[in-house]
């Protein structure tokens, strides 16, 4: 049998506090994964990754550790990020045989330079080619269709699981970005307290994020109805089941979203009269996860007096920026912070 050849392909990493995506221009694929991992005590080995790890949390016995490798979109361990990239690779690849000609890697506006110079070198001692990183608002700009190298200001909220970014965006740069924590785990947690406290009830994670995804809302004003939850009396240890009206789950992570806000207007406080004109007449655009909770038109709107604009698939925009950078090499290569060598 002849010899096979490796395949020469692009990859692009959007690592992510909650979910993480990776695409190759091979196959054209993409995938979008819980940021998990299963570590087996006993095997010393990981055993699961992603949905499959995601599924075992709060089910797992002691021989089992449920492990988030990203805190905030940064990596904690790069022995724990290694793993989990070389999983989404096997996801958007399927090849033994591999040469990657190009890597591009997502990171946070907020990442110093330390932190980015230990993601390339990671990325490059494992794949042995050029790594080429682009922060995240823009990314998430290209991805919701935007052109950002026009003389004409924008901006984007990128509402993720660790973090929020809200960059203004003009000429291919950033005139000012704002990194906070109050996203989508802060969320969870301001409902997960405020039952514990209000309740004396405890529904684990997993649970509480998927009620927030079911029946969370931004807004106040947004139809109010009686919701059960099923968990455990924090008093009693005993299974429990409580109905409590949907405006409580606004009520708790009416905090957080305060805080997003006051974000926007802080990065509103830098414009100029021409910036100012731009975002009256193209909006706010808002990515990632946390952009799917109803209200936000609303109640940025009532504060700003600006329209909001929502792509479809928000939490895809980052990953669909990175396809298009890589798709548009020679367009975008300016944004792009470059290797100057490789490994050899």
């Known amino acids: 049998m002849g010899k096979v050849m490796p395949v020469a392909y692009q990859i692009a990493f959007d690592l992510g506090t909650s979910y993480s995506a990776a695409y190759s221009d091979i196959k054209k694929k993409t995938v979008w994964e819980p940021t998990v991992m299963a570590f087996d005590k006993r095997k010393q080995q990981i055993i699961a990754y992603g949905s499959r790890a995601k599924s075992m949390i709060g089910f797992t016995p002691p021989h089992l550790e449920i492990l988030q490798p990203l805190k905030a979109g940064i990596a904690c361990d790069f022995d724990l990020v290694n793993p989990f990239l070389q999983f989404l690779t096997r996801q958007i690849t399927g090849r033994r045989k591999l040469f990657v000609s190009r890597i591009l890697v997502c990171l946070p506006y907020g990442t110093t330079g330390v932190e980015a110079r230990a993601y390339r070198n990671q990325l490059q001692a494992n794949f042995l080619t050029k790594v080429h990183l682009v922060r995240q608002p823009l990314a998430a700009a290209i991805g919701a269709g935007l052109d950002i190298f026009e ?194």
């Not at 406080?269 to 021409?274: C, R, V």
């Open 151 to 344: 003389s004409k200001a924008k901006i984007i909220v990128n509402i993720g699981g660790g973090i929020t970014e809200i960059a203004l965006i003009s000429i291919g740069g950033f005139v000012k970005c704002v990194t906070l924590q109050a996203a989508g785990h802060a969320m969870d947690q301001a409902i997960l307290n405020h039952l514990e406290h209000a309740y004396h009830f405890s529904a684990g994670d997993q649970r509480i994020e998927d009620i927030k995804i079911k029946y969370a809302s931004v807004d106040e004003t947004q139809i109010n109805f009686p919701i059960e939850i099923k968990g455990m009396d924090r008093l009693t240890r005993l299974p429990r089941s409580i109905t409590i009206p949907k405006k409580v789950l606004t009520e708790a992570i009416t905090p957080v979203v305060e805080q997003i806000l006051e974000g926007i207007d802080s990065v509103f406080e830098t414009t100029t009269p021409e910036i100012a004109n731009d975002i009256a007449s193209e909006g706010i655009y808002l990515t990632g996860g946390g952009a799917h909770l109803p209200g936000w038109q609303r109640i940025i709107k009532d504060r700003f007096g600006v329209s909001v604009k929502i792509p479809s698939e928000p939490e895809l925009c980052i990953i669909k920026g990175l396809k298009k950078i890589l798709e548009n090499y020679s367009r975008y290569q300016d944004i792009l912070e470059k290797a100057k060598s490789c490994v050899p």
